[in-house]
């Protein structure tokens, strides 16, 4: 069909549509806009394949090889992962939050400082590796971790400041030598390194499902007040892994370096289920921006930018006609209890945090520049000085740039997002010239700077969002920006 024939069809579409709306609005939109969205199926389905993401042939599959350093490696993060997780199993009830929390527990010192080591035992191989390309950003982040320390000469308590400060540079070398010496320096390094996040997030999803049946007597998860309101930092070790493999498994796919099949339709239950019992709103919400965003920079022909502001157009005008037949209101009416666990009025001040954020404000102005010092700010003394009912009980700001602001002051929160913008421009910059890594990293920098809008993310020195960022920009950092992608016929 000509270009002309499809513009006067779609003409004639819409001159239907706006007749019909003026008699019955909702029965006429939606079928109009069925008819619209296949159109601009149809025109998309024309594009040629992008050259971002190319497709790689059979004889291009490489498997990945099994050594006796992969082996160990592999071995001891799978013990890793279990030492951070295991304590989810026992269900305990939630307390009161508490500074440092599980963070601070000696299993998980021990932990870190052991993540560290075996790090380290790669950095000869890693500075071997390196891309000096990418040396800036390193300098970013030694500049970011030397403000830190230089915090602990104001801080109001040194000691949180120095074990905060201690674990961040293990868990910085560890990423460093893993991502770049470890992952970096096998041939199937990047295929290894998805087929860990992904493991390690089905291993968390069967934390929380396998106890799930010895539990229905305690917990009702078809009432939408309920959830599973268990200890421990679920969040971090749970949720969020979760959600960065749901984001692999769409986006690997989309990039052309893995083909979608049958079995990631029970891969991605089992990892649903999880954030179901759980609950879980803002990773949920803030990982579908994320891909959203990812894909509106991925996709940039001339179809794709017709398909995405049509389908933009349709959402908005249909959104309005809805509304205002009350039509929106009676398809959403059984959702509210879900979305907001049976309690609207704590989800209009997003569960307390905006009293929150007010409180916290005038904090943030008595020391805008430098802040309370690395970590510092959720001690014990300082929080019973503050006095205010909106900050007592709490351990975080729930919001990762006004921790920062917090902790590290202005100076600070200027070097971090220094960081963060200046992957995002690498990885971007790696992904135009055909590196389908650039991609990843650019997704998961999108959702972790997302995920700060409603956690504090910033100061928590194991983040499995942002030691994904490290460990996966140490390994593009490990290769020049020709790499050839890897294809993986089973979940990565």
């Not at 009702?220 to 984001?247: E, K």
């Amino acid at each position: 069909m000509s270009v002309a024939a499809r513009v006067s069809a779609f003409a004639a579409v819409a001159l239907v549509g706006g007749v019909g709306t003026v008699y019955a609005p909702v029965p006429t939109f939606t079928a109009v806009a069925v008819l619209f969205a296949l159109g601009l199926w149809a025109f998309a389905g024309s594009r040629q394949p992008s050259p971002a993401g190319p497709k790689i042939s059979e004889g291009a599959r490489i498997k990945p090889r099994s050594t006796q350093v992969t082996r160990l490696v592999s071995g001891y993060l799978l013990l890793f992962w279990l030492g951070l997780i295991a304590p989810l199993l026992a269900y305990s009830p939630r307390g009161p939050s508490s500074v440092g929390g599980s963070e601070g527990s000696l299993t998980n010192q021990v932990l870190i400082t052991t993540f560290g080591l075996v790090g380290a035992l790669f950095l000869p191989a890693a500075f071997r590796r390196f891309n000096g390309a990418f040396q800036w950003l390193l300098a970013l982040w030694i500049l970011y971790l030397c403000w830190a320390a230089a915090s602990l000469i104001w801080s109001t308590s040194p000691t949180l400041t120095v074990r905060n400060l201690v674990a961040f540079v293990m868990v910085s070398v560890g990423c460093f030598g893993l991502g770049v010496g470890f992952y970096g320096n096998l041939p199937n390094g990047r295929d290894l390194f998805l087929r860990h996040v992904f493991w390690a997030s089905v291993l968390s999803a069967l934390v929380i499902l396998l106890p799930l049946p010895f539990r229905f007597q305690q917990y009702d998860l078809l009432d939408p007040t309920q959830r599973l309101d268990i200890g421990g930092n679920f969040s971090a070790y749970v949720t969020r892994p979760i959600m960065a493999s749901l984001l692999i498994l769409v986006a690997t796919p989309i990039l052309g370096v893995r083909r979608w099949m049958r079995s990631d339709w029970f891969w991605v239950a089992v990892l649903v289920l999880p954030l179901l019992a759980l609950k879980s709103r803002g990773p949920i919400v803030w990982g579908m921006l994320a891909l959203g965003i990812f894909y509106l920079f991925y996709r940039t022909s001339i179809q794709d930018r017709v398909l995405q502001a049509g389908v933009l157009f349709m959402i908005g005008v249909g959104t309005y006609i809805y509304y205002a037949e009350n039509v929106l209101q009676t398809i959403l009416g059984p959702l509210v209890p879900i979305l907001t666990r049976g309690n609207p009025e704590a989800a209009a001040n997003l569960t307390g945090r905006v009293p929150l954020w007010q409180a916290l404000i005038d904090q943030v102005l008595q020391h805008p520049w430098l802040g309370a010092g690395f970590a510092a700010f959720w001690s014990p003394s300082n929080v019973a000085q503050l006095g205010s009912s909106a900050v007592l009980g709490r351990a975080s700001a729930h919001n990762g740039y006004l921790e920062e602001l917090l902790n590290t002051g202005v100076v600070g929160l200027t070097i971090l997002l220094a960081f963060c913008l200046g992957t995002l421009t690498v990885a971007l910059r790696r992904a135009r010239r055909g590196d389908p890594l650039g991609w990843l990293v650019f997704l998961f920098v999108v959702f972790y700077l997302m995920l700060n809008l409603t956690n504090a993310l910033t100061q928590e020195y194991f983040q499995p969002p942002f030691v994904l960022i490290l460990m996966a920009l140490g390994l593009m950092a490990s290769g020049p920006a020709t790499d050839p992608p890897r294809v993986a016929e089973s979940p990565p």
